[in-house]
Protein backbone atom coordinates (compact mmCIF):
# COMPACT_ATOMS: atom_id res chain seq x y z
CA UNK A 1 0.00 0.00 0.00
CA UNK A 2 1.32 3.58 -1.74
CA UNK A 3 0.37 6.86 0.44
CA UNK A 4 1.57 10.32 -0.33
CA UNK A 5 0.47 13.23 1.60
CA UNK A 6 2.11 17.01 3.05
CA UNK A 7 4.20 16.82 6.28
CA UNK A 8 3.52 19.45 9.07
CA UNK A 9 5.82 22.37 7.17
CA UNK A 10 3.58 21.34 3.98
CA UNK A 11 0.83 22.17 5.41
CA UNK A 12 1.62 25.34 6.63
CA UNK A 13 3.19 26.44 3.28
CA UNK A 14 -0.35 25.07 1.37
CA UNK A 15 -2.14 27.21 4.02
CA UNK A 16 0.58 30.17 2.55
CA UNK A 17 -0.13 29.21 -0.85
CA UNK A 18 -3.99 29.96 -0.09
CA UNK A 19 -4.09 32.68 2.21
CA UNK A 20 -1.14 35.16 0.76
CA UNK A 21 -2.85 35.59 -3.32
CA UNK A 22 -6.32 35.89 -1.10
CA UNK A 23 -4.37 38.45 0.67
CA UNK A 24 -2.83 40.39 -1.87
CA UNK A 25 -5.97 40.44 -3.92
CA UNK A 26 -8.09 41.90 -0.93
CA UNK A 27 -5.09 44.50 -0.23
CA UNK A 28 -3.99 45.40 -3.62
CA UNK A 29 -0.17 44.34 -2.24
CA UNK A 30 1.36 42.51 -5.72
CA UNK A 31 4.31 41.02 -3.07
CA UNK A 32 1.81 39.00 -1.69
CA UNK A 33 0.52 37.52 -5.17
CA UNK A 34 4.13 36.55 -5.35
CA UNK A 35 4.39 35.07 -2.52
CA UNK A 36 1.25 32.39 -2.86
CA UNK A 37 3.25 31.78 -6.19
CA UNK A 38 6.08 30.98 -4.75
CA UNK A 39 4.60 28.72 -2.41
CA UNK A 40 2.61 26.63 -5.03
CA UNK A 41 5.80 26.12 -7.13
CA UNK A 42 7.14 24.75 -3.65
CA UNK A 43 4.66 22.70 -3.78
CA UNK A 44 4.84 21.06 -6.93
CA UNK A 45 8.61 20.74 -7.19
CA UNK A 46 8.49 18.82 -3.46
CA UNK A 47 5.46 16.56 -4.67
CA UNK A 48 6.93 15.87 -8.45
CA UNK A 49 10.26 15.25 -6.48
CA UNK A 50 8.78 12.08 -4.50
CA UNK A 51 6.51 10.53 -7.15
CA UNK A 52 7.78 7.36 -8.29
CA UNK A 53 11.26 7.84 -6.66
CA UNK A 54 10.04 5.04 -3.60
CA UNK A 55 11.83 1.24 -3.85
CA UNK A 56 9.20 -0.98 -5.34
CA UNK A 57 9.12 -3.83 -2.10
CA UNK A 58 10.40 -3.91 1.15
CA UNK A 59 10.39 -7.45 3.29
CA UNK A 60 11.55 -7.85 6.78
CA UNK A 61 12.43 -12.23 6.49
CA UNK A 62 14.38 -14.24 8.51
CA UNK A 63 12.47 -12.97 11.77
CA UNK A 64 13.57 -15.80 14.53
CA UNK A 65 10.59 -17.18 16.13
CA UNK A 66 12.86 -17.13 19.64
CA UNK A 67 15.48 -15.91 20.85
CA UNK A 68 17.77 -16.49 24.26
CA UNK A 69 17.93 -13.55 26.81
CA UNK A 70 21.01 -11.03 26.36
CA UNK A 71 22.20 -13.54 22.94
CA UNK A 72 22.48 -10.45 19.89
CA UNK A 73 19.69 -11.66 17.68
CA UNK A 74 18.73 -9.75 14.15
CA UNK A 75 15.78 -10.14 11.38
CA UNK A 76 17.51 -9.53 7.62
CA UNK A 77 15.47 -6.36 5.78
CA UNK A 78 15.24 -6.70 1.97
CA UNK A 79 14.78 -3.76 -0.28
CA UNK A 80 13.88 -3.95 -4.07
CA UNK A 81 14.42 -0.89 -6.71
CA UNK A 82 11.86 -0.78 -9.18
CA UNK A 83 12.70 -2.94 -12.16
CA UNK A 84 12.42 -0.10 -14.83
CA UNK A 85 13.73 3.03 -12.86
CA UNK A 86 16.13 4.48 -9.86
CA UNK A 87 14.68 4.64 -6.38
CA UNK A 88 16.29 7.46 -3.80
CA UNK A 89 17.33 7.35 -0.55
CA UNK A 90 14.90 6.76 1.90
CA UNK A 91 14.21 5.78 5.33
CA UNK A 92 12.50 2.45 6.38
CA UNK A 93 10.61 2.78 10.12
CA UNK A 94 9.81 -0.48 12.26
CA UNK A 95 8.14 -0.66 15.31
CA UNK A 96 10.12 -3.21 17.21
CA UNK A 97 8.72 -3.61 20.31
CA UNK A 98 8.54 -0.26 22.13
CA UNK A 99 11.32 1.20 20.28
CA UNK A 100 10.47 3.08 16.41
CA UNK A 101 13.71 1.51 14.50
CA UNK A 102 14.59 3.69 11.21
CA UNK A 103 17.06 1.74 8.48
CA UNK A 104 19.01 4.35 5.64
CA UNK A 105 18.64 2.80 2.65
CA UNK A 106 21.07 4.04 0.01
CA UNK A 107 19.90 5.14 -3.41
CA UNK A 108 19.36 2.25 -5.81
CA UNK A 109 19.77 1.20 -9.23
CA UNK A 110 17.05 -0.16 -11.33
CA UNK A 111 16.30 -3.73 -10.12
CA UNK A 112 18.37 -3.96 -7.88
CA UNK A 113 18.22 -4.96 -4.26
CA UNK A 114 19.70 -3.93 -1.36
CA UNK A 115 19.70 -6.48 2.25
CA UNK A 116 20.69 -5.28 6.21
CA UNK A 117 20.37 -6.71 9.22
CA UNK A 118 17.65 -5.27 11.90
CA UNK A 119 18.84 -5.61 15.27
CA UNK A 120 16.27 -7.21 17.95
CA UNK A 121 16.23 -6.43 21.50
CA UNK A 122 16.89 -9.35 23.74
CA UNK A 123 17.48 -7.76 26.92
CA UNK A 124 14.59 -8.68 28.66
CA UNK A 125 12.33 -11.81 28.90
CA UNK A 126 9.25 -11.70 26.85
CA UNK A 127 7.38 -10.93 23.19
CA UNK A 128 8.77 -8.91 21.38
CA UNK A 129 6.59 -7.34 17.99
CA UNK A 130 7.81 -6.01 14.83
CA UNK A 131 6.06 -4.55 12.62
CA UNK A 132 5.83 -4.95 8.95
CA UNK A 133 8.72 -2.03 7.76
CA UNK A 134 7.24 1.11 5.97
CA UNK A 135 9.34 3.12 3.62
CA UNK A 136 9.07 6.75 3.68
CA UNK A 137 10.57 9.53 1.72
CA UNK A 138 10.49 13.49 2.31
CA UNK A 139 11.54 15.56 -0.49
CA UNK A 140 14.39 17.92 0.59
CA UNK A 141 12.46 20.59 1.30
CA UNK A 142 10.57 18.53 4.08
CA UNK A 143 7.08 19.45 2.16
CA UNK A 144 6.27 16.16 0.94
CA UNK A 145 6.40 13.03 2.00
CA UNK A 146 5.22 9.30 0.15
CA UNK A 147 5.01 5.97 2.41
CA UNK A 148 5.14 2.47 1.47
CA UNK A 149 4.08 -0.87 3.49
CA UNK A 150 6.49 -3.66 3.16
CA UNK A 151 5.91 -7.31 3.78
CA UNK A 152 6.60 -9.13 7.17
CA UNK A 153 6.75 -8.77 10.86
CA UNK A 154 5.66 -10.76 13.55
CA UNK A 155 6.47 -11.73 17.03
CA UNK A 156 9.54 -13.24 19.12
CA UNK A 157 9.58 -14.82 22.26
CA UNK A 158 12.89 -14.04 24.46
CA UNK A 159 13.61 -17.30 26.33
CA UNK A 160 14.89 -17.09 30.01
CA UNK A 161 18.64 -17.83 29.93
CA UNK A 162 19.23 -21.57 30.07
CA UNK A 163 22.58 -22.24 31.96
CA UNK A 164 24.51 -25.31 30.62
CA UNK A 165 26.17 -27.96 33.72
CA UNK A 166 23.73 -30.63 34.80
CA UNK A 167 24.13 -33.57 34.58
CA UNK A 168 23.48 -35.08 31.11
CA UNK A 169 21.59 -37.87 29.99
CA UNK A 170 20.40 -37.92 33.98
CA UNK A 171 16.95 -36.64 35.15
CA UNK A 172 18.12 -33.52 37.33
CA UNK A 173 16.55 -35.14 40.22
CA UNK A 174 19.24 -37.49 40.31
CA UNK A 175 17.35 -40.39 41.24
CA UNK A 176 20.13 -42.93 39.02
CA UNK A 177 17.36 -43.53 36.56
CA UNK A 178 19.18 -43.40 33.33
CA UNK A 179 16.78 -41.50 30.31
CA UNK A 180 15.13 -43.62 28.12
CA UNK A 181 14.92 -46.88 30.10
CA UNK A 182 11.75 -48.73 30.64
CA UNK A 183 10.02 -48.52 33.76
CA UNK A 184 8.94 -51.61 35.47
CA UNK A 185 5.16 -50.22 35.16
CA UNK A 186 3.29 -51.19 31.64
CA UNK A 187 4.43 -48.97 29.28
CA UNK A 188 1.79 -47.31 26.89
CA UNK A 189 3.52 -45.94 23.75
CA UNK A 190 3.47 -42.11 23.19
CA UNK A 191 5.85 -40.53 20.61
CA UNK A 192 9.24 -40.79 19.08
CA UNK A 193 12.42 -38.77 20.43
CA UNK A 194 15.76 -38.57 19.32
CA UNK A 195 18.36 -41.37 20.35
CA UNK A 196 20.58 -40.87 23.53
CA UNK A 197 23.61 -42.56 24.97
CA UNK A 198 22.70 -45.35 27.14
CA UNK A 199 19.16 -46.17 25.55
CA UNK A 200 17.55 -49.56 25.02
CA UNK A 201 18.67 -50.33 21.24
CA UNK A 202 15.43 -52.59 21.18
CA UNK A 203 13.35 -49.36 21.38
CA UNK A 204 14.96 -47.87 18.48
CA UNK A 205 12.09 -47.01 15.86
CA UNK A 206 13.63 -48.68 12.81
CA UNK A 207 11.47 -47.38 9.69
CA UNK A 208 11.55 -43.41 10.98
CA UNK A 209 15.29 -43.90 11.78
CA UNK A 210 15.62 -45.17 7.97
CA UNK A 211 12.83 -42.32 6.85
CA UNK A 212 14.67 -39.05 8.85
CA UNK A 213 17.70 -40.30 8.77
CA UNK A 214 18.86 -40.31 12.32
CA UNK A 215 18.12 -42.29 15.16
CA UNK A 216 14.75 -42.30 16.69
CA UNK A 217 13.44 -44.35 19.75
CA UNK A 218 10.00 -44.97 21.37
CA UNK A 219 9.02 -43.20 24.14
CA UNK A 220 6.11 -44.20 26.64
CA UNK A 221 3.41 -42.61 28.16
CA UNK A 222 5.27 -44.21 31.77
CA UNK A 223 8.96 -42.47 30.90
CA UNK A 224 6.98 -38.82 31.16
CA UNK A 225 5.40 -39.75 34.74
CA UNK A 226 7.04 -36.44 36.28
CA UNK A 227 10.57 -37.18 37.38
CA UNK A 228 10.51 -33.39 38.07
CA UNK A 229 7.97 -30.89 39.20
CA UNK A 230 8.48 -27.05 39.49
CA UNK A 231 6.78 -24.73 41.41
CA UNK A 232 7.10 -21.59 40.57
CA UNK A 233 6.02 -18.55 42.80
CA UNK A 234 4.35 -15.23 40.77
CA UNK A 235 1.90 -13.94 43.54
CA UNK A 236 2.31 -10.53 43.22
CA UNK A 237 4.87 -9.39 45.53
CA UNK A 238 7.72 -11.40 44.04
CA UNK A 239 10.93 -9.17 43.43
CA UNK A 240 11.42 -7.93 39.47
CA UNK A 241 14.91 -9.01 39.37
CA UNK A 242 14.80 -11.73 41.45
CA UNK A 243 11.36 -13.26 39.60
CA UNK A 244 13.95 -13.17 36.67
CA UNK A 245 16.47 -15.54 38.03
CA UNK A 246 13.89 -17.51 39.47
CA UNK A 247 12.09 -18.19 35.97
CA UNK A 248 15.92 -18.61 34.51
CA UNK A 249 16.58 -21.20 37.29
CA UNK A 250 13.20 -23.12 36.31
CA UNK A 251 13.96 -23.26 32.67
CA UNK A 252 17.43 -24.66 33.17
CA UNK A 253 16.03 -27.42 35.09
CA UNK A 254 13.20 -28.01 33.11
CA UNK A 255 15.14 -28.44 29.75
CA UNK A 256 17.83 -30.63 31.62
CA UNK A 257 14.88 -32.91 32.54
CA UNK A 258 13.56 -32.98 29.02
CA UNK A 259 16.79 -33.25 27.47
CA UNK A 260 17.13 -36.35 29.54
CA UNK A 261 13.98 -37.57 28.39
CA UNK A 262 12.24 -37.51 31.03
CA UNK A 263 9.01 -36.24 32.71
CA UNK A 264 8.91 -32.52 34.14
CA UNK A 265 5.36 -30.48 35.25
CA UNK A 266 5.38 -26.42 35.66
CA UNK A 267 2.82 -25.47 38.26
CA UNK A 268 2.67 -21.68 38.82
CA UNK A 269 0.65 -20.59 42.49
CA UNK A 270 -1.46 -18.02 40.42
CA UNK A 271 -1.76 -19.26 36.76
CA UNK A 272 -2.54 -22.58 35.16
CA UNK A 273 0.20 -24.79 34.99
CA UNK A 274 1.83 -26.88 32.12
CA UNK A 275 2.74 -30.52 30.91
CA UNK A 276 4.31 -31.09 27.41
CA UNK A 277 2.09 -32.90 24.95
CA UNK A 278 4.34 -33.73 22.21
CA UNK A 279 7.86 -34.84 23.36
CA UNK A 280 8.88 -32.87 19.69
CA UNK A 281 7.60 -29.46 21.45
CA UNK A 282 7.87 -29.94 24.49
CA UNK A 283 11.08 -28.24 24.93
CA UNK A 284 9.71 -24.72 22.51
CA UNK A 285 6.43 -24.59 24.32
CA UNK A 286 8.24 -24.59 28.19
CA UNK A 287 10.24 -21.86 27.24
CA UNK A 288 7.79 -19.73 25.47
CA UNK A 289 5.53 -20.27 27.99
CA UNK A 290 8.26 -18.73 30.70
CA UNK A 291 8.78 -16.53 28.22
CA UNK A 292 5.10 -15.20 28.76
CA UNK A 293 5.11 -15.38 32.29
CA UNK A 294 4.67 -12.71 34.82
CA UNK A 295 3.67 -11.61 37.74
CA UNK A 296 0.65 -11.58 38.62
CA UNK A 297 -1.46 -8.49 39.59
CA UNK A 298 -3.50 -10.52 42.36
CA UNK A 299 -4.55 -13.60 43.50
CA UNK A 300 -4.30 -16.00 46.26
CA UNK A 301 -2.33 -19.50 46.45
CA UNK A 302 -4.51 -22.11 46.65
CA UNK A 303 -4.04 -25.80 47.57
CA UNK A 304 -2.01 -27.77 45.01
CA UNK A 305 -3.40 -30.34 43.11
CA UNK A 306 -2.06 -33.81 44.02
CA UNK A 307 -0.99 -36.17 41.64
CA UNK A 308 1.41 -38.78 40.99
CA UNK A 309 4.65 -37.75 43.00
CA UNK A 310 7.22 -37.20 41.46
CA UNK A 311 10.80 -37.97 42.23
CA UNK A 312 11.92 -34.39 42.84
CA UNK A 313 9.97 -30.94 43.52
CA UNK A 314 11.34 -27.78 43.08
CA UNK A 315 9.76 -24.39 44.57
CA UNK A 316 11.11 -21.16 43.00
CA UNK A 317 10.41 -17.71 44.67
CA UNK A 318 11.20 -14.53 44.67
CA UNK A 319 9.22 -13.21 47.38
CA UNK A 320 11.09 -11.10 50.13
CA UNK A 321 9.99 -13.27 52.97
CA UNK A 322 11.27 -16.40 51.15
CA UNK A 323 9.53 -19.26 51.72
CA UNK A 324 5.68 -19.06 53.88
CA UNK A 325 3.68 -21.87 55.14
CA UNK A 326 1.53 -21.79 52.47
CA UNK A 327 4.29 -22.60 49.97
CA UNK A 328 5.49 -25.09 51.41
CA UNK A 329 1.88 -26.21 52.46
CA UNK A 330 1.66 -26.45 48.55
CA UNK A 331 5.07 -28.78 48.12
CA UNK A 332 3.38 -31.52 50.08
CA UNK A 333 2.64 -34.59 48.39
CA UNK A 334 4.33 -33.54 44.97
CA UNK A 335 7.67 -35.42 45.89
CA UNK A 336 11.10 -34.55 47.50
CA UNK A 337 10.83 -30.82 47.94
CA UNK A 338 13.29 -28.74 47.64
CA UNK A 339 13.24 -24.56 47.99
CA UNK A 340 15.19 -21.96 45.81
CA UNK A 341 14.97 -18.52 47.28
CA UNK A 342 16.15 -15.90 44.45
CA UNK A 343 14.47 -12.49 46.30
CA UNK A 344 16.61 -9.95 48.10
CA UNK A 345 19.28 -11.00 50.55
CA UNK A 346 18.53 -14.84 49.17
CA UNK A 347 21.37 -17.27 49.21
CA UNK A 348 21.10 -18.06 44.96
CA UNK A 349 21.70 -14.27 43.24
CA UNK A 350 23.22 -15.70 39.97
CA UNK A 351 22.28 -18.87 37.34
CA UNK A 352 26.13 -20.00 37.83
CA UNK A 353 26.11 -19.67 41.71
CA UNK A 354 22.33 -21.62 41.13
CA UNK A 355 24.21 -24.49 38.77
CA UNK A 356 27.12 -25.07 41.21
CA UNK A 357 25.29 -25.28 44.14
CA UNK A 358 22.13 -27.87 42.53
CA UNK A 359 23.94 -31.07 43.00
CA UNK A 360 23.86 -30.00 46.94
CA UNK A 361 20.18 -28.91 47.05
CA UNK A 362 19.13 -32.63 45.27
CA UNK A 363 21.64 -34.78 47.32
CA UNK A 364 20.26 -32.71 50.62
CA UNK A 365 16.49 -34.01 49.46
CA UNK A 366 17.14 -37.43 48.57
CA UNK A 367 19.08 -37.60 52.07
CA UNK A 368 15.62 -35.77 53.74
CA UNK A 369 13.52 -38.43 51.89
CA UNK A 370 15.08 -41.48 53.23
CA UNK A 371 14.29 -40.70 57.18
Not at 109 to 129: E, I, Q
Not at 326 to 341: I, K, M, T, W, Y
Amino acid sequence: MTASGLTRPGWGVAAVAVAAPAGGYLLGYAELLLIGVAAVLALAVAGISVYGALPAAADLDQLPARAQRHTPTSGRLVVRAPSRRRSRACTVHLQVGDALAAVTVPALAAGRDWSGPVPLPTGRRGVVTVSAPRLSLVDALGLCRRERIGQGGGSMCVHPVVAAGLPAGRSPAGDGHPAGQPSPAGLTHWGLRDYQPGDDLRRVHWPSSAHTGRLLVRQFEQDLQPGLTLLIDNRPDADPDGFELALDVAATLAVACLSAGAGCEVRFTAAPGWRPANPATARAGLLDLLSRTAVATSGQLTPARRGGAAALAVAVTARPEGADPALLAHLSGLGRPVLVHTGPAAAVTSLAGFTAAWPRLAATARSRARR
